[in-house]
């Protein structure tokens, strides 16, 4: 079993929807968790980051951490077309190594 | 500007070469990485150096040899390239920070795509 599990998807929505993407790990040691977004050709880049259990929001971007069921999700309101991309959920323990899910490609068309 | 910027870019060549990737960083932060995209998108850690010092080292070929002359800059080079490191390198810094220490999110560079023919 991975340490951290991710749906690859490809999840495709109309603009407008709401966006929901999951991961779920096994390691309780993870305290810190991240959302990475990636465009084609890109490296990813930073979105969320929040530490242990609770709610953050970030205009159309909530990301929500139950370390209790081992679950994070990240939603995005109103998705546009810009958003079509890549997300990675991540998580470490606070020490040197992150470690990635496989990431959701995401496709939301006008 | 960039932050993490990372050479080439593009790298195909053919089996049994050898090969450089560099790394720089302007964030001034004290920790870099090494991580291999594959063709599923998946990232994997490769290398860590903190402070020049190497701290993590994952079980990657030792045809891979990274190298930090400072803080701020990270080379991978690659010995007698396979067919199997096909793959997006990317480079990454961090800080470690804070009262109870710990690691700041990553920072990534837009990769280097290697093919080997």
């Known amino acids: 079993q991975k340490e951290v599990e991710q749906d690859p998807g490809p999840l495709s929505v109309p603009e407008g929807a709401i966006v929901s993407l999951n991961c779920t790990y096994s390691?309780?040691?993870?305290?810190?968790f991240m959302w990475y977004r990636q465009y084609s050709r890109k490296g990813p880049e930073l979105l969320m980051y929040?530490?242990?259990?609770g709610n953050k929001e970030d205009g159309r971007f909530t990301a929500q951490v139950d370390k209790s069921s081992k679950y994070i999700s990240l939603f995005i309101r109103d998705s546009q077309p810009s958003d079509s991309a890549t997300y990675l959920c991540?998580?470490?323990?606070?020490?040197?190594?992150?470690?990635f899910g496989a990431g959701t490609r995401l496709f939301v068309k006008a | 500007d960039t932050a993490v910027s990372q050479t080439p870019k593009y790298l195909v060549t053919q089996m049994g070469n050898d090969k450089s990737i560099k790394c720089e960083q302007n964030?001034?932060?004290?920790?870099m990485y090494w991580y291999k995209q594959d063709s599923k998108k998946f990232l994997k850690i490769m290398f860590s150096y903190n402070n020049k010092e190497l701290i993590i080292n994952e079980t990657v070929p030792n045809r891979f040899s990274p190298k930090s002359p400072d803080k701020a800059h990270l080379n991978l080079h690659i010995n007698s390239l396979e067919l199997g490191d096909s793959a997006v390198y990317f480079c990454?810094?961090?800080?470690?920070?804070?009262?109870?220490?710990?690691?700041?999110?990553?920072?990534f560079g837009n990769g280097t795509r290697l093919t080997v023919t």
């Open positions: 991540a998580m470490s323990g606070g020490g040197f190594k992150t470690i």
């Open positions: 390691n309780s040691a993870f305290q810190y």
């Open positions: 990454a810094s961090s800080q470690r920070t804070g009262r109870i220490s710990y690691n700041s999110p990553l920072h």
């Open positions: 929040t530490y242990s259990s």
């Open positions: 964030l001034g932060h004290d920790t």
